[in-house]
Structure formats: C-alpha cells, structure tokens
C-alpha cells in the first residue's frame, strides 16, 4: 500500500500577542492522519475558521515550518525533519491551488506566463516542450491554449480562471493537488464544474487531492475520505460517507445539524457558540467540551484518544459509544 | 407592501453607462422574509442599494419609482428622503461587520450616533443594555471594541442596531456569508425570531439557497440584472417555474444524496453588450428559437408566482 498522506505527532504553534500576555496558540496540536491506498484518492479536511486545515495545508506545501512532527506524501517526507532536499522532486510531487484565482494571478502579468514558468521550472526548457505541456494541462481542464494565450486574469471568469490555476498545478504532473477552499469564491452554478473536475481528474490522470473546506455537501459529494478538525485537533476521520452519514464525534454532529439544506428545515434551536476560542486552543483536555452536550469530568483532564473502530474510523471522544446511541435514538 | 415599479438602476462609468437593475416591477406584501438570489453581478446589491436610499454617484436610480407604505412627515415617503428614516423605519445589515462598525470607538457609543437632542443617554443605554441581552449578547459586549468581539458577535450587534428602533424594513446583504455555519445558524434564528415578533419585511440577499429554504417565506430571483422569478417559497422550491431558478436549487449536492450533479456551462451575460431575448437562453437546456429574439415578459403563471420565461409549463413538467 502507498501512504497517500500521512502526518506524525504533527504540531505548530502560533505565539499572539506582545512581551507580557502572550499566548500560545496550537494551531496544529499532535495531529495523526494516515491515509493508504494504492488507487488515487481525494481527502477532505473539513472545520470552521480557526480549526486549523489551513495551516496543515501549509505545512505540508512547506509554507510554513512545523514546530515538530513530520508529514509524509506518497512515500516521502515533506515536511519536518528528513523532508526531500531537492526543490523538483518536492514541486512534481504536489501542488497547490488557492482559493481565490484572482488573488493568484497577478493582474498584471499574463496567465499563460505562469503556466510557462511552471514548465520552465519543472525542466522543460525548449519552446515546444513547454507549450506541449502547456497544451495537455490545459486540454485536461477543458480549455484550450490558443484561448488562455496573452490573456489577463481579468478577461476570465472566476470559474474560468480557477480552471486555469488547476491546469497550473497539473503541469509537473503531481501526484496529489492540495486545494485551499478552490470552490468557494465561485458561484453556485459553476462551482460543480470545478468539483466534476476533480472527479475526472482522479480517474484520468491518477492525481489525488487533499481538499480543505467548509463545505460539508461537496466533501460529501467528492471524497473517498474526511477528517474533521476542530481548534487544531483532530476529531473524527474515515470514509466520508460514514461518517457524513452517521456522525459520532458531536462536533462533527452540531456542524452537519447547522448546514442550511434545502430538504429539510431546521428545528428551532441553538447550540452555544463559541465565546472563547483562543482559551479552547489551551485546553488540555478535549477542545470541544466546553460546547458539548454530553462533556463529563475526564473530558476536562484527558485528551480523548483516538477510538479505532472496525471500518478504519477514528472518533477522538470519550464518549463515541454514548453520542452514537443519542444520535441513533434521534434519527 | 413595497411597490418596486420598473427600477431601472444605472451606473455611470469611464466606458459608459451600465445598467445593474434593469426594469423591475415587483410588489412585496408587508410582514414576510423575502429572499432575494442569484450570481454575483446579478445586480441584487444594487437593488437593495436603492431600496435603502443609498443613491450616491456613479450610481443612479434612472428610471421608476419605489413605494415603501410608510407614511412619513410630509406625507408618504420616497426614495428621496428615506434617508431621514434611516434605523428608525428602514435598517441595513450589512455583510462585513469589522467594515461597518468604526474600529477605535467602543459599540456603546456607535449605538448612540442616532441620539437625538435632548435625550437621556444612560436612560437609553440601559435600554440598549437590556435589548442586546435578549440577542444572546453579554451586556459587557456594549463597553468592547469591534475587534474584541469575535465575527459571531459583531454579527449580532449589527442585527441589534438593525432592529432595535423595530423598523418596519430590514434591508439585509450576505448577513452571514462570512460565518461558520454553526454561528450563522445562531443568527438566522434569531433574525427569524425578531421578524416573527415585530413582523417586519426583511429582504435578505444570499446565495446560497439552503439558507433561502430555511428563513425565506418568498423568493425573489435575479439573473443579469432582471428579475426572473418571484413567488411563495414553498412553491418555488417544490416548483420553480425559471429554470435558472431550477439549476440554483439542483445545482448543489446535498449529504446523504451521491447522485451525479452537473454545473452549468457559460457564463452570465457581459452587461455591457446589447441584449436581445431571454439573457439566460444561452444556458438554457428548454431554449428555443424564440428564447434567442423575443424577451419573455415578467407574468403570473399562478397566482402570486411570478415568471419571465417562454417555456414555463415544460420547466415544471421536466
């Protein structure tokens, strides 16, 4: 089997503040994600702002530095200590694609310009080389070079230019494409083009994508597996349809009951928000308790373990059992 | 009820003038939560920029009128001197809170810039106190600065300076498309709780449809610049008559549902071309020969369910 993607006691901590009140903010804290498959697979890091996938994607794109821990994609080590040396081997192994295509590109330069100096940087140095790869990558994404060729970001659609950041980011042909929220700065009626695209791409061309979103209904609709993050932690992982489909974590509950969903309307209650985010990234036990309905003694001391089940899922909770039955006398 | 009669909204640029609402003509019956969809440039900002008053350079309102059945001192009001009304009979709620409250003034002062003279300040600010308590907001929320409070709770302040003189319209723009879902559910059952009380129109503009379904009791569809659908929530969503309206609700997937779901292709039309026919016919998979030529007029199909499309009947079948 293949480690698609798979992080070790993965930590980063933010220090905030001045000189005398300064606090530290574990935005990734001991985070474990291990995911093995030797088909080509799309992963989903689902949370609210604040939980933390952003700076995971980070990370593992080495933007930024983790503060232990290492992350693992497709073998080898890219972040942390014993990441590949070499620059190449790094860019044709993954890729990134961010969420706003207009703040990507430069408006000032021609979008065809970065297309070509990926090529250029992967290798291809001749003139032909470089436009046959600009060509197939683009061909890939539904587009064609003669349309892209000389033109400005602002002359694109969003949807159009996201297409073009993709093919971008296929040139070096990686192995797996880390997508920073690629769907949200897009309407609703193209925003399935994009998604679609990621689907025929997995099964065309073998690219895996770890897909960071809040979107809880395209993760669905996309993935082959989830991760639930939550004030830098880990909350539940698994297939995506299990646990979309029955949540345990009750976290991964309260998120999937506040979805506005267009077939059923809600019932007329609130949970608590949230007052004290910065204080929940100190906690050393559970980071939810302070929000959650079935939250005991030991939820305050331990940090909940990871729970291991049969079908692979992982419910970081003292009391999956408990949320389990609670949500099955529910339903 | 507000009487949109043919608004058409232009604004005046260095290429020309454009027109971002074009010919609405729509009556909202007092009392409702109106929601109001569509892309972005589909000119819904722009609509409800001129429902507020907010009429400043390069826009202009160069065609038609509004009537707010309000009545005001000198007689009924219009969007000329609607400003004079502002928080008291007409509030807005806008997207962004951390651009909207001022940064180095603390809230309890923002909330006493629409004191008149001569009143009582610390009478009114328990008042506010005691208001905002009711919207889940600690009173100490009052005596904070704006980046002091999380997104969640400046949220919920706007809300309170939005409703707190119980306006008769709430004018409310992307309210939450800012928030997490948890916080945004918070505050879409408190902006229904407060609309049920005070039985104000609320128009909300967002686009996302989920949110339509769950607080929406009509829907007002937009697309390049027209209005394409309007009518009873529960009937546009069971039924929608446009199919734009159709693919807005389809087009996104819904958990516990893998079926296949397919985009749209193209794109909206460019604003500043010359348009002839159905501006959606382009997209449309129902579009005839006629859909290209002849523009299809705003009607009601049934009553209080409007549609401007040629081919309504087969919308509804397919």
Known sequence: ?331 | MIALNNIVATYTTVRGQVNAVDNVNVSIPNGNIVGIAGESGCGKSTLLKIIYGDILYPLSLSQGSINYGIEGKNGEISTKDIGQYWFKRISYIPQSSMSSLNPVVRIRKQFLDFLEPGQNKKAILEQVREYIKGLDLPPEALDSYPHQLSGGMRQRIMVALGTYFKPDIILADEPTTALDVVVQKGILLLLMEIQEQMKNTILFVSHDMGVHYQISHKMLIMYAAKVVEFGDSEAVFKAPMHPYTRMLIEALPTIGDAKEREGVSGRPPSLWDKLVGCRFAARCPFATEVCKTEEPEFLEHQPGHFAACHHVDRVRQA
């Open chain 1, 1 to 331: 089997m293949i480690t698609v993607l798979k992080t070790t006691n993965l930590n980063k901590f933010y220090r905030l503040g001045g000189l005398v009140k300064r606090v530290r903010i574990n935005a990734l804290d001991d985070v474990n994600l291990s995911v093995q498959s030797n088909k080509p697979v799309i992963i989903s890091l689902v949370g609210e702002s604040g939980s933390g996938k952003t700076t995971l994607a980070k990370v593992i794109l080495r933007l930024v530095k983790p503060t232990s821990g290492s992350a693992t994609i497709y073998d080898q080590v890219v972040a942390g200590e014993g990441a590949i040396p070499s620059r190449k081997e790094f860019l044709s192994t993954l890729q990134p694609i961010f969420q706003n295509p207009f703040e990507a590109f430069s408006a000032y330069r021609t979008v065809d310009s970065y297309l070509q100096r990926t090529a250029n940087r992967i290798g291809h140095k001749s003139g032909s080389g470089v436009s046959a790869a600009l060509d197939e990558a683009l061909n890939s994404v539904g587009l064609k070079y003669a349309d892209v060729k000389g033109k400005y970001p602002n002359q694109f659609s969003g949807g159009e230019l996201q297409r073009v950041s993709i093919a971008r980011a296929l040139i070096p042909k990686p192995k797996i494409i880390i997508a920073d929220e690629p769907v949200s700065m897009i309407d609703a009626s193209l925003r399935m083009n994009i998604i679609n695209l990621f689907l025929s791409l997995k099964e065309d061309f073998n690219t895996s994508f770890l897909y960071i979103t809040h979107d809880l209904a395209t993760a669905y609709y996309v993935s082959d597996y989830i991760a639930v993050m939550y004030r830098g932690t880990i909350v539940e992982f698994g297939n995506a349809r299990d646990i979309l489909g029955s949540p345990q974590h009750p976290y991964t509950q309260l998120l999937l009951d506040s979805i506005a969903v267009t077939n059923r309307k809600w019932e007329r209650k609130t949970y608590k928000a949230s007052d004290i985010e910065a204080k929940e990234f100190q906690f050393s036990g559970c980071r939810f308790r302070n929000r959650c309905p079935y939250a005991e003694a030991i939820c305050k001391e331990e940090r909940p373990p990871a729970l291991r089940q049969e079908d692979g899922r992982e419910v970081y909770c003292h009391f999956a059992d408990k949320t389990r039955l609670a949500k099955g006398e529910a339903a």
